[in-house]
């Protein structure tokens, strides 16, 4: 069974440029969610989706969006970027449907570098 | 304001012997919670979970503890090997939000010297 997969797993940006991160879930994994991983911060939930629809975001700018397509593959993007946005961008998928007890599977990430 | 701790940044463990990595937790909604491990540019590999209604889980040389009324839990490894060096990530979910949100500690450096 094919894991998590997220494309790219490098980026170089410049300031003020936006950028597209994309991750195709588990197959039959619903949810996915976004989190970001900084040194400081440790991981921080950008946002989850099940079905299409966004359940649930954290404390993040609206510069960072997302989206779910109908195969539930999801995309990520940055607009205006910032130097503060270089971070490892992490994707998990999970079956739950709320009211779950169910793990989360993780993705290689994508290292985004903003200069 | 973390709602999930892990208050060791690191720990160094002698091959062989036991390595407990403990975490706690200030939200009382939680009631799953699981132990991810980490290597450097790499997504985290899940290890192992417990709900809110067990004390004790196990899984080969991973064991988890949950002691619900001090909101606390942690990870026994046991025998230590080198190949488990690496960040452990604790994480916690509330099944009844209605959506998937998993609140990580901020982990802990796990090295097992030979």
């Known amino acids: 069974k094919a894991g998590v997969t997220q494309t790219p797993r490098y980026l170089i940006k410049t300031r003020g440029q936006q950028v597209t991160l994309s991750c195709s879930p588990i197959?039959?994994?619903?949810?996915v969610s976004w989190y970001q991983q900084t040194p400081g911060q440790g991981l921080q939930f950008l946002f989850e989706?099940?079905?299409?629809?966004?359940?649930n975001k954290g404390n993040f700018p609206g510069r960072f969006s997302g989206r779910q397509f109908s195969n539930s593959r999801s995309e990520m993007n940055v607009s205006t970027l910032e130097l503060g946005d270089s971070a490892l961008y992490l994707c998990?998928?999970?079956?739950?449907?709320?009211?779950?007890?169910?793990?989360?599977?993780f993705g290689q990430g994508t290292r985004l570098t903003v200069v | 304001d973390q709602q999930v701790k892990q208050n060791s940044p690191s720990l160094s463990v002698q091959e062989g012997r036991i390595s407990i990595l403990n975490c706690d937790y200030t939200?009382?909604?939680?009631?799953?919670f699981l132990w991810y491990k980490k290597y450097p540019a790499e997504g985290p590999t899940f290890l192992i979970s417990?709900?809110?209604?067990?004390d004790k889980n196990e899984d080969g040389r991973f064991t988890v503890f949950l002691n619900k009324s001090a909101k606390h839990l942690s990870l026994h490894i046991v025998p230590s090997q080198p190949g488990d060096s690496a960040v452990y990530f604790c994480?916690?979910?509330?099944?009844?939000?209605?959506?998937?949100?998993?609140?990580f500690g901020k982990g802990t450096k796990l090295s097992v010297i030979p």
């Open positions: 998990a998928s999970s079956l739950a449907q709320g009211g779950a007890y169910t793990e989360a599977f």
């Open positions: 417990i709900s809110s209604i067990k």
């Open positions: 939200n009382s909604m939680f009631d799953y």
């Open positions: 994480a916690a979910s509330d099944s009844g939000a209605g959506s998937y949100q998993l609140t």
């Open positions: 197959s039959g994994h619903r949810s």
């Open positions: 989706y099940f079905s299409e629809t966004q359940r």
